[in-house]
C-alpha cells in the first residue's frame, strides 16, 4: 500500500472542500486497485456527491437542520455549536473507498470526492490518501 498525506486549508466556515482532481492524480498510471481517502479528524468526514450545481451547499444545509450550531451538545469547547462537528462523522464518516481502474478513478459522470468540515475553529484539515494495488 502506498500512502501520501495532504493538508487542506478549510479556513473558519463550513465547508465542502472537492478533492477529486487531487485524487485522481494520486492514482493515476497505478493500474487496478483502491483509493483509500481517510481523514484523521474528530469532526470532519468524506462524502462522495455531485459538486457545483448546488449539492454541496444542499448538503451544509441538510445538516445544518439535522445538526443546528447551539447550545444543545454536552461537548461544548469551541465556538456555539461546536459539539455538532464531533457527531457529524456519524452521518458524514471520515473516509471513502472508491474503485481505481487502469489508474483512473471509477467515479459516477456526476461524483465527486469531497471533505466536509463544519468545525470553524480548525482551519486546517489533513486527508490521507491510500492506494491499494490489485
Known sequence: MDS???TYRTGDRERVLDLTEDCASFVAGRGDGLLHVFVPHATAGIAILETGAGSDDDLLA???DLLPADDRW???HGS???GRSHVMPALVPPYA????LDGR???GTWQSICLVDLNVDNPEREVR???LAG
Open 4 to 6: 501520501q498525506t495532504t
Open 62 to 64: 441538510a445538516l445544518r
Open 74 to 76: 454536552r461537548h461544548r
Open 80 to 82: 456555539p455549536g461546536h
Open 97 to 100: 473507498t472508491v474503485p481505481v
Open 105 to 107: 478513478l471509477a467515479l
Open 129 to 131: 490518501l491510500s492506494f
